[in-house]
């Protein structure tokens, strides 16, 4: 909570520069996830909203899963 629409800018622009390979958000009010992943020429590229019932893994984590229901039970 409190993560405001320039706050989200920031961060954005300085983990690009930064070179974070991925950068996520997760609502969980909105119960959403949604990641930016960084591509080659150090740009971040977005990935598609996530909710509920969908699962998330990540190529620098091998092995990793996060189960969306989990995150947002109540």
Do not use: C, H
């Not at 629409?5 to 991925?22: M, S």
């Not at 699962?55 to 995150?71: N, R, S």
């Amino acid at each position: 909570p409190g993560n405001n629409k320039k706050e989200l800018i920031n961060k954005y622009e300085v983990y690009e520069e930064a070179g974070v390979k991925e950068y996520w958000i997760v609502s969980p009010s909105e119960k959403t996830f949604f990641r930016y992943i960084l591509d080659d020429n150090g740009k971040f590229q977005p990935t598609k909203l996530l909710t509920e019932g969908e699962e998330v893994t990540t190529m620098i984590m091998p092995g990793f899963k996060l189960i969306l229901d989990e995150v947002f039970e109540d």
